[in-house]
């Protein structure tokens, strides 16, 4: 099955964007419809033509990208469902900004559901609603020592933080039934790089929140997300090379997809910020594939 994994992959793969796609977006007077050419017409659309539309749309397709490998083993589909939940997981950080921040402007959630609904998520009306919500599911494993912890402190972030945390708990653990934790606790040094430099000027009681993230091992580096995933997608690059048929290729395949979402995104929203190209280009990760 590992093998087929690779070679459905290794198909898949051929239908990523390139380089010279970003640039055509970039440079397109109208983004959408030039996406829509590239091979998201099946999702443009879907949420309507503004801009935060097409984010939605980006991500759906991130979606229907890894869909075919979860026509697999159970092992293996439950992986991969892990993978993307972390769009919920985002969805629930989402949230929480409306309830907390007071936010005038409905928030941007992504176009997908799986422990609980976006109905429902959106519906709660206030953090103690919210809470009892989180703990249903694997991203509500530390809510209550989070807010114990944000009563004290004040910042959002460290409610936050325990999201992340808990849903990286959960995605390893699903990471290892399938035989990727070794590649998703690369990928974990991606959270923890974002994680430490936000809770430098915490008091050390709300590390414990981070206890599934490796924070420890960043300690003494200035280590950004940026530099994370650029490490994370070197690494994976020449893993990709030589286990060509086996989960290393299938991990850079999916890390290459969730690269791909994430570029669309920032040249999207700085077009909608009207940031000079070359700023944005710099900001684009490249493909472990």
Not at 11 to 31: C, E, F, M, N
Not at 66 to 89: G, N
Not at 104 to 118: D, E, I, T
Not at 265 to 277: N, S, T
Request: hydrophobic share 40%.
């Amino acid at each position: 099955m590992e093998g087929y994994l690779a070679v459905r992959a290794h198909g898949l793969k051929l239908h990523l964007l390139k380089p010279s796609d970003y640039d055509k977006v970039l440079r397109s007077r109208d983004p959408v419809s030039t996406l829509a050419s590239l091979g998201y017409s099946d999702v443009v659309g879907l949420y309507g033509k503004s801009w935060t539309g097409a984010i939605k749309a980006i991500y759906a397709k991130l979606v229907r990208r890894l869909e075919p490998l979860m026509a697999t083993t159970p092992h293996f589909r439950s992986f991969f469902r892990a993978f993307l939940d972390r769009l919920e997981a985002a969805n629930c950080k989402a949230r929480l900004r409306e309830l907390m921040g007071g936010r005038v402007h409905p928030a941007l959630y992504y176009p997908y559901s799986h422990h609980l609904s976006l109905g429902v998520l959106s519906s709660v009306s206030d953090i103690k609603s919210y809470s009892k919500l989180l703990s249903r599911t694997p991203y509500g494993a530390l809510i209550e020592d989070a807010l114990e912890i944000y009563e004290e402190v004040g910042r959002i972030a460290v409610i936050e933080a325990s999201i992340d945390s808990s849903y990286y708990s959960y995605y390893l653990g699903a990471s290892r039934e399938a035989g990727f934790e070794r590649f998703s606790r690369m990928e974990g040094r991606v959270y923890g790089a974002y994680w430490r430099r936000v809770f430098e000027e915490l008091p050390p009681k709300a590390l414990k929140l981070l206890d599934a993230l490796p924070v420890g091992e960043l300690a003494t580096r200035e280590y950004s997300w940026q530099q994370a995933m650029r490490e994370l997608i070197a690494n994976l690059r020449d893993i990709a090379r030589r286990d060509f048929v086996g989960r290393g290729y299938v991990f850079a395949y999916i890390i290459s997809c969730w690269v791909e979402a994430i570029n669309l995104e920032r040249i999207l929203v700085a077009k909608r910020l009207e940031v000079e190209d070359e700023l944005v280009k710099r900001l684009l990760l490249p493909s472990p594939l």
